[in-house]
């Protein structure tokens, strides 16, 4: 009942605080992303045991990676890093909205598929030596984007601007903020439920006792894979 009502508080806060604190929009946007980011990283710190500092680099190829879509479906995305993008082009509502979608797909799949690529290669380490590997990799992401000019190197890239004639920038920021509070909620709701699954347990069991895990035939590296 304590937790119904938790929830119900934090619900009812997430859909009004935009318009009861309005300056506040962009900074309760990114603690929405902060709090997702944190969930992930329960999946393998908490449930999982394994302490890893690299989830960064999938969330850094994600940002990347929508963005770039939502340029690069119309407009050459070369040109548009090097002339500042907003100065040059300019998306429709179709154009702003549809590359958005895609390339937030794209940000949800693309990443999952790298991490499984990456998590086999490094799952097989156990306790500090994992911790220190992932760190590394965050490391070297940041190294390797530095020094792609098609996605703008140390400066980054910049986002589309939002189309003039569907509203301000206060219809941006309450946009980009839903988008946010949904994730949220979507990714809280689907770990509560994945937890009490046989892959919750799994993960607790290679937390608790790997080895003895192993022993009673489940193959860990799999749900090692899939939590990572």
């Known amino acids: 009942m304590k937790n119904i009502l938790l929830y119900s508080v934090l619900l009812i806060f997430g859909l009004v605080a935009p318009f009861l604190f309005p300056a506040f929009k962009l900074q309760i946007s990114f603690l929405w992303i902060l709090i997702i980011l944190a969930m992930t990283w329960d999946v393998q710190g908490g449930q999982m045991g394994y302490n ?7 969330f850094g190829i994600g940002m990347y990676l929508c963005a770039g879509i939502q340029i690069g479906m119309f407009f050459p995305l070369a040109e548009w890093t090097v002339s500042g993008g907003e100065k040059t082009f300019v998306h429709t509502p ?7 979608f895609v390339g937030l ?10 991490a499984g690529l990456i ?3 490094i799952l097989g380490l156990r306790g500090h030596y994992f911790a220190i590997c992932t760190l590394a990799l965050g490391i070297a992401a940041g190294e390797i984007a530095g020094g792609i000019e098609l996605i703008g190197a140390g400066q980054g890239m910049t986002s589309p601007p939002w189309p003039k004639n569907i509203g301000d ?7 980009f903020y ?5 994730l949220m909620i979507a990714t809280f709701v689907f770990l509560r439920w994945a937890y009490t699954t046989r892959f919750g347990l799994v993960l607790n069991a290679i937390r608790d006792n790997e080895d003895k895990a192993e022993a009673m035939g489940i193959y ?9």
């Open 52 to 58: 890893t500092f690299g989830n960064i680099l999938f």
């Open 94 to 100: 179709t154009q702003y909205f549809q590359g958005f």
């Open 105 to 114: 797909v794209a940000a949800g799949i693309v990443p999952a598929i790298v």
């Open 119 to 121: 998590g086999y290669g």
């Open 169 to 175: 920038t206060e219809l941006r920021s309450e946009f």
């Open 178 to 182: 839903y988008i946010c509070f949904v």
């Open 220 to 228: 860990t590296m799999r749900y090692k894979i899939i939590g990572w």
